[in-house]
């Protein structure tokens, strides 16, 4: 199998540099690493010269739904994994995930578990976010639970289902593996294979208030979609679309934010009724 690793990077220079040695130490060896610049303003088109053995992309600041996109695009293989530039990979990664699939040739996606550091040490990982990988739609439709940087996916589920959504400024990882489960079997390789990262101020993760916002439009998508009405994850989605609705109001009337109590109160009313 080769594999084409897509890397969006926005102002992470030093971040991506270790993303991209993580790749290179792979046991499994990565046939194309793609670095998609997403309008960096700092130093990152320094990374040609520090690895002129990566595919590079610049392309205007269009948010890291349009970086992943671009380079889907761009690969040449029909394996595709995605890493974020402030992850790195467990050097056996891509060799577990490899042999995953060549013993499993109907799953044409996995996941791994993961390790948190923050601060330059291991944080437990709260109990929520135990990966459990039985059911991917009903495991991850409350929040995402599959990291992209742990995805290894073959290209034509994206021919399929569709690319990340770009009118998504967070939770495209969300929405796009819910569509791809709701249909395709979604597997878990059950081994902590890559590390996340936090606690720097660019993630996406802390810029938003009320991140259900988000998690809601995608939700809305797919309960209107002519494919979820005869699945039996249609009551699920609406039981799911309520519940946020209704911390979404609660936030809403927190935050003194008019519009939006009005919003969601018709939704909570709209959806009671169901």
């Not at 595919?55 to 695009?73: D, F, L, P």
């Not at 109990?127 to 995402?144: H, M, R, T």
């Not at 002519?226 to 994850?233: G, P, T």
Request: charged share 30%; aromatic share 12%.
């Amino acid at each position: 199998m080769k594999i084409s690793v897509i890397i969006p990077t926005y102002n992470r220079y030093e971040f991506l540099k270790r993303a991209i040695e993580s790749v290179v130490a792979q046991t499994h060896h990565c046939d194309e690493i793609i670095i998609v610049n997403d309008g960096s303003t700092d130093n990152t088109s320094q990374i040609q010269i520090d690895a002129p053995f990566i595919k590079y992309i610049y392309q205007e600041n269009a948010g890291v739904s349009a970086a992943r996109n671009s380079g889907i695009e761009a690969a040449k293989n029909e394996w595709i994994a995605f890493l974020d530039s402030d992850d790195v990979w467990h050097e056996d990664k891509i060799k577990e995930q490899v042999s995953f699939h060549k013993q499993h040739k109907n799953i044409s996606i996995s996941y791994t578990d993961e390790v948190w550091i923050r601060d330059d040490k291991e944080v437990k990982i709260p109990k929520k976010f135990k990966k459990v990988g039985k059911d991917a739609f009903l495991e991850n439709i409350s929040y995402c639970n599959i990291a992209p940087s742990s995805v290894l996916v073959h290209k034509k589920l994206f021919d399929k289902y569709g690319l990340f959504d770009e009118s998504l400024e967070v939770c495209e990882d969300y929405d796009l593996w819910l569509r791809i489960a709701l249909v395709e079997k979604i597997a878990l390789v059950d081994k902590k294979l890559i590390v996340k990262y936090a606690g720097h101020e660019d993630q996406l993760s802390f810029k938003h208030w009320g991140m259900d916002k988000f998690r809601v439009q995608s939700l809305e998508k797919l309960l209107f979609s002519e494919i979820i009405e005869s699945s039996f994850y249609y009551e699920q989605i609406k039981k799911e679309l309520l519940h946020k609705y209704e911390i979404l109001l609660k936030g809403s009337i927190k935050h003194n934010r008019e519009k939006d109590i009005s919003a969601y109160e018709k939704k909570v009313s709209k959806f009671r009724l169901l």
